[in-house]
């Protein structure tokens, strides 16, 4: 008997459990499904026009290190079905505006694969970079 009543208090409940754990769960999402990006505008970018009809540049952050250093990324989109190769530079600018040469400033050689969306990274010389500016052009 005791047994019986066991499995009728367990049986109602898992009834409970279950009727009382019915929950509606409301969820939004973008009407597409991939998410839609738009090339930046910024004055610290510089494109040559005919790379610029190709490849967007999509994003642009800069942050401090912890050592005072100012890093930054550009996030480029290749919005033809080719590969591209260009050439990109940074230069860095102390806190008055005025141009910090040294080598690392020198072009380096990228390509980007069609469709692709890729980082481009760098951190200043030193700490006496406050700014920057990076060119990208078209290598033939």
Not at 113 to 123: A, R, T
């Amino acid at each position: 008997m005791k047994i019986a009543k066991f499995f009728l208090g367990c049986a109602v409940l898992s009834a409970l459990a279950v009727t009382g754990c019915s929950t509606t769960v409301n969820s939004v999402e973008n009407a597409q499904k991939s998410g839609q990006r738009y090339p930046v505008a910024d004055k610290r970018v510089v494109t040559d026009s005919s790379l610029n009809s190709k490849v967007y540049i999509v994003g642009l952050n800069s942050a401090t290190t912890p050592g005072g250093l100012l890093k930054v990324q550009v996030e480029l989109e290749n919005h033809t079905g080719s590969t591209q190769r260009f050439l990109y530079q940074f230069e860095w600018f102390d806190a008055n505006g005025m141009q910090i040469n040294n080598i690392v400033s020198a072009a380096i050689p990228e390509q980007i694969y069609g469709g692709e969306n890729k980082f481009i990274y760098s951190v200043s010389p030193n700490t006496n970079c406050k700014d920057f500016r990076v060119k990208f052009i078209e290598a033939d």
